[in-house]
């Protein structure tokens, strides 16, 4: 079972949080993930996202990048198994992406988040795809993942694949597909 919490949007006090964090681990998900608005702008997140660590929770983290600040950064790749930097802003995701990729080098050798965009909500900019996965994720030596909403034909998201190196997996995710996602390494 996985498990979505909107842990911004909740605005819970700190101690109700880390009681709501205790009743989502009795429920023993395989993964629960961080999402609703920014949640690097959350008081206490870290230590929420460390119960779910210590239970032996995968953390999945999605997020625009906006409060990510270097000093995050391996916290956050050796808490989450997953970090989905959405497309709110094409320079916030790339700024946070670069940030991740730095870090993942820094902690080359020991086990980090698999880390990538994702453009699922991408409505329109479909050239900044293009423009990503021809020449931004090849500087991004970390990075393993673009995932694209099913608006996105799939010859598109071959077109896509065929531009990012062979080592970024570009897939297409669906609602049925979601649970495939967050299950895998990779999409």
């Known amino acids: 079972m996985d498990i979505t919490w909107e842990v911004a949007y909740a605005r819970l006090s700190h101690d109700?949080?880390?009681?709501?964090?205790?009743?989502?681990?009795?429920?023993?998900?395989?993964?629960?993930?961080?999402?609703g608005g920014e949640p690097l702008s959350v008081p206490g997140l870290f230590e929420v996202a460390e119960r779910f660590r210590a239970a032996g929770i995968d953390i999945v983290l999605r997020t625009g990048g906006i409060g990510l600040h270097p000093s995050m950064v391996a916290?956050?790749?050796?808490?989450?198994?997953?970090?989905?930097?959405?497309?709110?802003?094409?320079?916030?995701?790339?700024?946070?992406l670069?940030?991740?990729?730095?870090g993942a080098v820094k902690l080359r050798g020991t086990p980090v988040a698999d880390f990538g965009l994702d453009a699922t909500a991408v409505r329109h900019g479909f050239d900044r795809l293009e423009e990503f996965c021809s020449?931004?994720?090849?500087?991004?030596?970390?990075?393993?993942?673009?995932?694209l909403g099913d608006a996105v034909a799939a010859d598109h998201a071959q077109y896509l694949q065929a531009l990012a190196p062979h080592r970024i997996r570009v897939?297409?995710?669906?609602?049925?597909?979601t649970d495939a996602v967050l299950r895998s390494r990779h999409c």
Do not use: K, Y
């Open 171 to 177: 897939c297409v995710t669906t609602a049925c597909t």
């Open 135 to 147: 020449s931004a994720a090849s500087e991004l030596s970390e990075l393993s993942f673009v995932m």
């Open 16 to 35: 109700r949080m880390l009681r709501t964090a205790d009743a989502l681990i009795s429920m023993r998900p395989d993964s629960v993930t961080l999402t």
């Open 98 to 102: 670069h940030m991740l990729n730095v």
């Open 75 to 96: 916290t956050l790749l050796g808490l989450c198994r997953r970090i989905e930097v959405t497309v709110e802003s094409f320079a916030h995701a790339l700024q946070a």
